[in-house]
């Protein structure tokens, strides 16, 4: 019998990746994509040690990439052992799927993903068990735009009062991860870091939507423009919500 471990876990796919393939203009940049992806690759790993005002902790969850899918996933014994909590987790999470976002949408992809809790066996590049097939449910089932949802196995448990702050329900009633903002700031994995230019890299992000509903009305791909529409309407219903002090901004990034 497997040896199942509770875990967190996020099921991440890159919506219009065949697409992509199949445009020999995009090789390079679908290529340095991946390569970034599957760089996380890895076992999950924490430590924590006592500082004087409390823990200080490293934290990284076991990642596994195949195609245009990857698999995050945080063993809650394991945070458990490390004195983390979920709310931590979360912020962790939450931090990683607005960066495979913004990577994503350098390409021109899309990310959608479902996220649930339960069973799963998930180390050495080997994951499968229950929580996966309800996580990847969940992603093709009912996230159905470029979002990413919250299973049944997160809405319905103890614990969902520590997602709330982390937490967007859409008009058709979906709880979804709010990584927008993450996404706008270019946050890094770790959130310590961003991206300061943000008014340019906004400004790209519009061109590049506009430009891509316009070629897909072009090619009446209806399918694929509802999803790019929906994504812009998401961001700028976010980025109406968002400090405009932050939007302004611009410096460059300090290279050392």
Same mark, same amino acid.
């Given at each position: 019998?497997?040896?199942?471990?509770?875990?967190?876990?996020?099921?991440?796919?890159?919506?219009?990746?065949?697409?992509?393939?199949?445009?020999?203009?995009?090789?390079?940049?679908?290529?340095?994509l991946?390569?970034?992806?599957?760089?996380?690759?890895?076992?999950?790993?924490?430590?924590?040690?006592?500082?004087?005002?409390?823990?200080?902790?490293?934290?990284r969850?076991?990642?596994?990439?195949?195609?245009?899918n990857?698999?995050?996933?945080?063993?809650?014994?394991?945070?458990a052992?490390?004195?983390?909590?979920?709310?931590?987790?979360?912020?962790?999470?939450? =931090?990683?799927? %607005?960066?495979?976002? &913004?990577?994503? *949408?350098?390409?021109? @992809?899309?990310?959608?993903?479902?996220i649930?809790?339960?069973?799963?066996?998930?180390?050495?590049?080997?994951?499968?068990?229950?929580?996966?097939?309800e996580?990847?449910?969940i992603?093709?089932?009912?996230?159905?735009?470029?979002?990413?949802?919250?299973?049944?196995?997160?809405?319905?448990?103890?614990?969902?009062?520590?997602?709330?702050?982390?937490?967007?329900?859409?008009?058709?009633?979906?709880?979804?991860?709010?990584?927008?903002?993450?996404?706008?700031?270019?946050?890094?994995?770790?959130?310590?870091?961003?991206n300061?230019?943000?008014?340019?890299?906004?400004?790209?992000?519009?061109?590049?939507?506009?430009?891509?509903?316009?070629?897909?009305?072009?090619?009446? =791909?209806?399918? %694929?423009?509802?999803? &790019?529409?929906? *994504?812009?309407?998401? @961001?700028?219903?976010?980025?109406?919500?968002?400090?405009?002090?932050?939007?302004?901004?611009?410096?460059?990034?300090?290279?050392h």
């Amino acid at each position: 019998m497997a040896q199942y471990q509770t875990h967190l876990v996020a099921f991440v796919d890159l919506l219009g990746f065949r697409e992509a393939l199949r445009d020999s203009n995009r090789e390079d940049a679908i290529l340095s994509l991946l390569r970034r992806l599957a760089a996380f690759q890895g076992d999950f790993f924490a430590e924590s040690h006592k500082v004087e005002n409390g823990h200080q902790s490293r934290l990284r969850p076991a990642v596994s990439t195949f195609s245009d899918n990857i698999v995050l996933s945080y063993p809650l014994e394991g945070l458990a052992q490390h004195a983390l909590s979920i709310d931590i987790v979360i912020l962790f999470l939450q =931090n990683l799927v %607005a960066y495979i976002a &913004w990577n994503a *949408f350098q390409s021109r @992809l899309l990310i959608r993903g479902g996220i649930a809790i339960g069973n799963l066996y998930h180390e050495g590049g080997v994951v499968f068990g229950p929580a996966l097939v309800e996580a990847y449910e969940i992603e093709r089932s009912v996230a159905i735009y470029p979002r990413v949802a919250l299973g049944p196995s997160v809405t319905q448990s103890g614990e969902f009062d520590k997602w709330k702050s982390h937490t967007w329900y859409h008009d058709d009633g979906v709880a979804v991860l709010g990584y927008m903002m993450g996404f706008v700031m270019r946050t890094e994995p770790a959130g310590n870091r961003f991206n300061p230019m943000i008014k340019t890299w906004l400004a790209d992000v519009r061109q590049t939507i506009d430009a891509e509903i316009a070629y897909l009305s072009s090619t009446k =791909n209806v399918k %694929a423009k509802m999803k &790019w529409s929906w *994504f812009n309407n998401s @961001l700028e219903t976010n980025v109406a919500r968002m400090n405009p002090a932050i939007l302004e901004s611009d410096t460059p990034l300090e290279h050392h």
